[in-house]
């Protein structure tokens, strides 16, 4: 395996899903090939960008392939991407050892849709879920442990 300085960071967008009250989308992953830290288990929709795409399209893919969510509008979005290093224990398993981290582009995003717009379940696309079940605020996943990412928040 490379050096790990050497190893590129995934482009990624990541999405913080606001309903009308205000409230965030949360959901539990199901474990899986990227999923190699339990402390990460509650996450906001997110995902890869693919080659020759641009990070809002991919946003809204994203979105759709994991909670199938089309009825939303764009409040906002970080102008710089979030970058960060996976602990090099990691780096093994994840993505297969491509990469060292990611840089993520983040968006505000305001849910326009009913609530059975969302099936974490049966995602679009025919895609496998990414989420086992979403919450239904923060306080109920309690203190959150975030490791790589922390300088963020």
Not at 2 to 9: G, H, I, T
Not at 19 to 24: A, D, E, H, S
Not at 58 to 82: D, F, H, M, P, W
Request: net charge negative; proline share 8%.
């Amino acid at each position: 395996m490379p050096r790990f300085k050497s190893l590129p960071y995934r482009p990624c967008v990541g999405m913080a899903v606001f309903n009308r009250k205000g409230r965030i989308f949360i959901g539990r992953r199901i474990d899986g090939p990227e999923h190699v830290d339990a402390t990460h288990a509650w996450q906001l929709p997110q995902g890869g960008i693919d080659r020759g795409e641009d990070p809002w399209p991919a946003a809204l893919r994203e979105l759709y392939e994991e909670t199938n969510i089309r009825s939303v509008e764009k409040l906002g979005e970080i102008e710089e991407e979030l970058c960060y290093d996976i602990p090099r224990e990691l780096v093994a398993q994840a993505w297969n050892g491509k990469y060292r981290g990611q840089c993520q582009k983040w968006y505000a995003l305001r849910f326009t849709g009913k609530d059975s717009e969302i099936d974490i379940a049966h995602p679009a696309g025919g895609h496998d879920p990414e989420f086992g079940k979403s919450c239904p605020s923060p306080a109920a996943i309690g203190q959150p442990q975030v490791t790589q990412s922390e300088d963020w928040y």
